[in-house]
């Protein structure tokens, strides 16, 4: 009811509409009158429509009203992100806030109308949605009364904490409040402490005041834990009825040295036709998480693990994820597997998809199979592994034949160095450095693209609800924008830009490898190209520029991956009907958008906690001078990344020998005086004068 009605409004947007209008103009069911007036006043309650005090009925456009996210800087104003519509942000000033806090849900009305190079701006009339419940921060104490600093200095306003709240914190002690009572005009929120974390500074209270800042579970309620301890730890005789057995075969695994949940094992063999079978075997995750069971319905909530340095938030508790599920070597193990035959130019030309069951024969880490085939093959690892030696010399080979096809049909590899951050046993970072992107890890990756891909197009075409992992075609605005930037090096982006090809973006990459732009000009190149999700509706993956894909191969930190395997498997055995396919619709829509959501707040953590360590290892190295590359050029300074990765800023008002000229098409600041230039990939001297973790900030100055 609630989709027809919005579909009727998109339809009929030139005039609000009376109940009673849209009653008879829907042609409802008298039936039904109770269900259509509770969806009308659902949507109005959730500001999808407006509805006016004489009781008429319409989108928020039609009275230039915006419904959005507001953004605040740190100087106090803010922006609306509008939802739904096809419009840039809206400006708003600090006094039309209205009360509004960081990441809040609003109404917003025009006050005056943008140009095309310009902002519209906009007060807010409505808070819809609080996102703000919960804030971490510092508690200070004053004489008769304390308050909290909050963390995200987004927040500008601190809360205020009677004596009788403070659940007996500390000045300098790391706390969550619940807001009690929002602010209102030039009053402070106020609120009560719900949990002390511990002393500012104290081993460990920094990554717990972001896992409490993103909301994330650590920990499984009894519920949960109590079916978990209920699935036995060895695979019952049972459960190998029906399943395809790969024990016989050389099945391996190859991870990180310090991983516990192994999702995936791989088999290579030479066919007497000269073809190459590859096996992916996969954790058979459903066999033991059922749908509605209390773990599926967490893992749903959480939707994947979250990987913070030296702590794990797992999506399914450890009994499963280190446990049963886990792929842990020569013992037996359910699978759910993708046997692909595959010719010497990388295509797949057959393929199954079936229920098994592996005993793997090693558990091999990316480090050791890197040596063996980048020629760094010791005694040692030659005797280790003389069993599987030729095995692994073979996944190298058909490796780069699947990387080759991908490759020749567009696929875009921006190669960005990974940061890896060590921490000592207190937390502190001990060494920021590139990751390294070794052979072991190409391997598996080009297997795992592999099996994601012909999953998802097996499942395509039998045209069954799934949840895919998009990645779509980028906005011929962005494009536009990119070959402003781009004809500063003489390059441009070719084709019509309207649909763009990811051919055309790979040919800029290549175009400048191994150049003194190169790093700046992949960085911007992915700046404009969106986000990858998921999604029940297949639209491809621009970047690897596949026409189907999914996430078939993690289904232990996951959920998607999870969720597939089960379709997958009614498939195999004939469960799907009907009535399941009209459910299955549903929670294809419920798994996607969830999903994305969990994925883009535990990259935002991730993100969040590297920041953090990256500023608290400078803190040790402040006048010490490093050279870097310039990484972005705004107004106010030059961003400056290091070779450890670790970036920083240089403050425009710290460039004293001039004054400097913000060019915003070349993105360079340029010397109204001496004329020099400040340009995007230029090499720079600096020395780091200021570093604050808990700001996240760096500060450096010209050496």
């Known amino acids: 009811m609630r989709e027809a009605i919005m579909q009727f409004f998109k339809e009929h947007s030139e005039k609000p509409y009376l109940e009673m209008d849209l009653f008879i103009e829907m042609g409802i069911d008298p039936i039904d009158r ?364 058909l490796a780069e034949k699947l990387r080759g096809k991908r490759e020749r049909r567009g696929a875009i590899d921006f190669d960005f160095a990974e940061t890896k951050i060590t921490l000592d046993g207190e937390g502190k970072p001990i060494f920021i450095g590139k990751a390294d992107r070794r052979i072991g890890h190409k391997i598996i990756e080009d297997f795992m693209l592999a099996a994601n891909e012909t999953v998802a197009e097996h499942v395509f075409w039998m045209e069954l609800p799934f949840v895919y992992r998009i990645h779509e075609t980028p906005n011929p605005e962005k494009i536009e924008a990119l070959n402003k930037f781009l004809h500063n090096f003489g390059y441009k982006v070719k084709g019509n830009l309207e649909e763009v090809h990811p051919m055309a973006i790979k040919a800029i990459l290549e175009e400048a490898d191994g150049k003194k732009e190169e790093h700046v000009v992949s960085k911007m190149t992915l700046r404009s190209l969106k986000q990858a999700k998921y999604s029940p509706i297949n639209e491809g993956h621009f970047g690897l520029a596949a026409k189907y894909y999914c996430h078939f191969t993690s289904p232990i930190r996951r959920y998607p991956d999870l969720q597939i395997h089960r379709i997958i498997k009614e498939i195999i055995n004939g469960k799907i009907n009907e009535d399941r396919i009209k459910k299955l619709k549903t929670i294809v829509d419920e798994v996607s958008v969830q999903s994305s959501e969990r994925e883009r707040n535990a990259e935002l953590a991730e993100r969040e906690v590297d920041d953090m360590k990256m500023a608290e290892y400078m803190v040790a190295h402040i006048g010490e001078k490093f050279t870097g590359l310039i990484s972005s050029v705004t107004s106010f300074g030059l961003f400056i990344e290091l070779e450890n990765t670790i970036e920083g800023l240089l403050r425009l008002d710290d460039l004293d020998d001039d004054y400097y000229v913000y060019d915003e098409a070349r993105l360079q600041l340029v010397g109204e005086r001496t004329k020099k230039i400040y340009a995007l990939g230029d090499e720079i001297e600096v020395i780091c004068v200021n570093a604050d973790p808990v700001l996240r900030e760096i500060d450096f100055e010209l050496a």
């Open 34 to 397: 109770s269900t259509f007036v509770a969806a009308l006043e659902s949507l109005a309650d959730e500001s999808k429509l407006i509805k006016t005090k004489k009781g008429k009925y319409a989108l928020p456009e039609f009275f230039q009203i915006y419904v959005g996210k507001v953004q605040i800087a740190v100087k106090g104003f803010g922006f609306v992100i509008v939802e739904n519509v096809e419009m840039r942000d809206i400006f708003v000033p600090a006094s039309a806030l209205g009360g509004a806090m960081n990441g809040d849900l609003v109404q917003a009305k025009l006050t005056k109308v943008g140009g095309p190079d310009q902002k519209s701006e906009g007060e807010v009339i409505k808070i819809v949605e609080r996102a703000n419940t919960e804030i971490v921060g510092t508690y200070e104490q004053s004489k008769n009364f304390g308050f909290v600093v909050p963390d995200d200095k987004k927040l500008r306003k601190d809360i205020y904490i009677s004596p009788s709240q403070n659940l007996g914190a500390k000045q300098g002690d790391k706390v969550v409040v619940e807001i009690v009572k929002w602010p209102e005009d030039r009053r402070n929120p106020e609120g009560r402490i719900t949990e002390v974390l511990g002393q500012s500074g104290e081993p460990g209270v920094d990554i717990l005041s972001i896992i409490r800042t993103f909301k994330l579970p650590e920990a499984f309620n009894h519920k949960v834990l109590d079916e978990a301890e209920a699935i036995p730890t060895d695979v019952q005789e049972e459960a190998l009825k029906g399943r395809e057995d790969f024990r016989s075969y050389k099945v391996i695994t190859i991870d990180g040295k310090d991983a516990k949940d192994l999702d995936d094992a791989v088999h290579v063999i030479k066919l007497d036709n000269g073809n190459y079978e590859l096996g992916v075997h996969i954790a058979d995750v459903t066999h033991y998480v059922k749908e509605n069971s209390k773990i599926d319905k967490e893992a749903l909530k959480r939707g994947t693990s979250v990987y913070l340095l030296n702590r794990v938030i797992p999506m399914l508790p450890e009994r499963l994820s280190n446990g049963i599920c886990s792929l842990n070597p020569q013992v037996n193990r359910l699978t759910l597997s993708c046997i692909m035959e595959i010719d010497g130019n990388g295509d797949i030309v057959k393929h199954r998809v079936c229920e098994s069951v592996i005993k793997t024969v090693e558990r091999m880490n990316y480090d050791d199979v890197s040596d063996m085939l980048e020629g760094a093959l010791t005694t040692q690892l030659r005797e280790r592994y003389a069993h599987i030696l030729d095995e692994i010399n073979m996944m190298k080979i």
